[in-house]
């Protein structure tokens, strides 16, 4: 079998190469086969044929791409020049006319023939190795045996290679029913990697599959598999966010949001009570810088006396503390900043101006930590400045509007605002602690509208349909109970975790269009398996 299918395949990629670079030539003789034929069948002299075939050659001359086709040599002539004529077959003649004497041989021989296929396209070499050549060789061997020695047989092998992307494709969809793309994997997995729970239709995008989700898992006798599991989705997304400020909770109650302020409240308190501010000349610098920002957006009339104040009140802290600002200083300014940021609501450059006063003083108060080799508490001090800076966009999430921002539940569309809020450029660039958990949440898990949408009103007619067919399959009260049970089971069966994790599996991704040259190798192959006689014989087969 190993000599079979080693002599085999040497055949096939002899084929395959010989057809390949007489491509040319086949299509010229089946062009003039076709002529022949139709000629004959619509009553034209042979004569009058072979002039029409001499004026169309001798004006192909004149224009290269046809001077080339016309001259072109065929399959055949190939093989003659190659493996010799007739009885005087060299060894390159014996390679290919060799036949295989094994099933693997035959099949081995057959994708020799669609090796060409490899060359060209962007897809991998294995891709390109099973979709171009293993794929077509089979369907092609496989209709080639069931015809076997039959008329139809070259038909039905060519037949089966042009076939076998949609048959590669039905085979993809048995094991991965609802493809996803790679964009939208990397999403969920995201979501996935933050510990939050996604549906089916979630994770393959299908709005189908989550219009079903939502209709039927929400019939009583369900289980509420939907709404639960938006509730449980809702208190994952939100602890992820909570984690970004140092909480573990499930919801972003008042009580937690009240907590988290007072414990990183706290920690700089700490801090600042064992630690001094030295002023260096970054932070004259970025108090300069964040002040001239200020009165570049806003009139000379309308500016807030605050920032002016606040940075004279900076400079006489450290003149009366001989060059430094002690730590409850820091601790109180800073707080005070804090504190008129969040209640400046309807001036956003006096808000972003404070908060850029407050980071002076923190960048201020890092580096002095740093130069005094103190870098445990420069890094307690780092981390607490991002859980705060976090926690300023979770509060902004859990006031929104909302029955679930009531409940403490943070929306996508709601962390998204509020991020966008603090710092659209950062999340346009997919920087922050929160820039890839707010998209990737806000592209998955948004929510499809509740009511009066096409898509719903027909899930539920679907479902009336389901109802009244097994309802009206059985007689009396069973008939009844059965018709109301049915839409329930489907529910519950939709969401089931075997169900959910056949539709959502991602075993295979979206496969990537069959490239121009792939196509069209495997389309001459099987077009010579058809149409073109063996290797030696010029002729269409009867």
Not at 340 to 347: E, F, G, I, L, P
Not at 489 to 516: C, D, I, K, T
């Amino acid at each position: 079998m190993t000599e079979d299918v080693a002599k085999g395949g040497a055949s096939g990629v002899g084929h395959g190469a010989i057809g390949t670079f007489g491509a040319a030539g086949d299509l010229r003789h089946a062009a003039s086969a076709a002529a022949d034929f139709l000629g004959e069948k619509l009553g034209v002299s042979p004569d009058t044929i072979k002039g029409f075939k001499d004026k169309a050659y001798t004006a192909a001359q004149f224009t290269m791409p046809t001077a080339v086709l016309s001259n072109a040599p065929s399959s055949a002539d190939i093989d003659k020049f190659v493996g010799g004529d007739g009885g005087n077959r060299n060894a390159v003649g014996e390679v290919l006319d060799y036949k295989p004497q094994t099933m693997a041989g035959k099949f081995t021989r057959t994708a020799g023939e669609y090796a060409p296929a490899l060359l060209g396209g962007g897809e991998g070499l294995i891709s390109k190795l099973a979709t171009r050549v293993l794929a077509p060789a089979a369907a092609s061997e496989t209709a080639g045996l069931v015809t076997e020695g039959t008329a139809a047989e070259p038909w039905a092998r060519a037949g089966g290679a042009l076939m076998s992307p949609a048959i590669v494709s039905m085979g993809r969809r048995l094991i991965t029913p609802l493809p996803a793309s790679a964009e939208r994997s990397a999403l969920v997995d995201t979501l996935r990697n933050e510990g939050i729970h996604v549906t089916a239709g979630q994770a393959t995008g299908s709005k189908p599959l989550q219009w079903a989700e939502s209709a039927l898992s929400d019939l009583p006798g369900a289980g509420g598999g939907a709404a639960h599991t938006m509730t449980t989705q809702g208190e994952q997304f939100t602890s992820a966010a909570l984690r970004r400020a140092g909480e573990q909770a499930e919801r972003a109650s008042p009580e937690v949001i009240d907590n988290a302020f007072n414990r990183i409240g706290n920690q700089f308190e700490t801090i600042g009570a064992r630690n001094h501010v030295r002023p260096d000349a970054q932070l004259v610098q970025d108090l300069r810088a964040t002040r001239d920002e200020y009165q570049n957006l806003v009139g000379p009339h309308a500016r807030a006396p605050v920032v002016d104040n606040t940075i004279a009140d900076i400079a006489d802290q450290m003149q009366r503390n001989g060059g430094v600002l002690s730590g409850e200083q820091y601790n109180g300014m800073t707080s005070r900043l804090a504190r008129q940021a969040r209640q400046t609501t309807n001036d956003p450059h006096l808000r972003d101006t404070l908060h850029g006063l407050r980071d002076s003083l923190d960048h201020a108060f890092e580096r002095s930590l740093t130069r005094a080799g103190n870098t445990q508490d420069a890094a307690a001090l780092r981390e607490a400045r991002n859980q705060y800076r976090n926690l300023m966009v979770l509060e902004k999430a859990s006031t929104g509007a909302g029955s679930a921002a009531a409940e403490g539940l943070i929306s996508p569309s709601q962390l998204r605002n509020a991020v966008v809020q603090q710092d659209r450029r950062g999340y346009a660039r997919g920087r922050g602690d929160f820039s890839d958990l707010a998209r990737a949440a806000e592209a998955v898990m948004k929510p499809l509208p509740q009511s009066g949408t096409a898509p719903r009103q027909y899930i539920n007619h679907l479902i009336s349909l389901l109802s009244a067919g097994i309802g009206g399959a059985t007689a009396g009260l069973p008939g009844v109970a059965a018709g109301i049970a049915a839409p329930a089971a489907a529910g519950r069966l939709l969401m089931s975790r075997p169900v959910q994790g056949y539709l959502g599996n991602r075993v295979l991704g979206q496969a990537a269009p069959e490239s121009g040259v792939g196509r069209l190798a495997r389309t001459l192959t099987a077009a010579r398996a058809a149409a073109l006689a063996p290797p030696g014989q010029d002729q269409l087969p009867p």
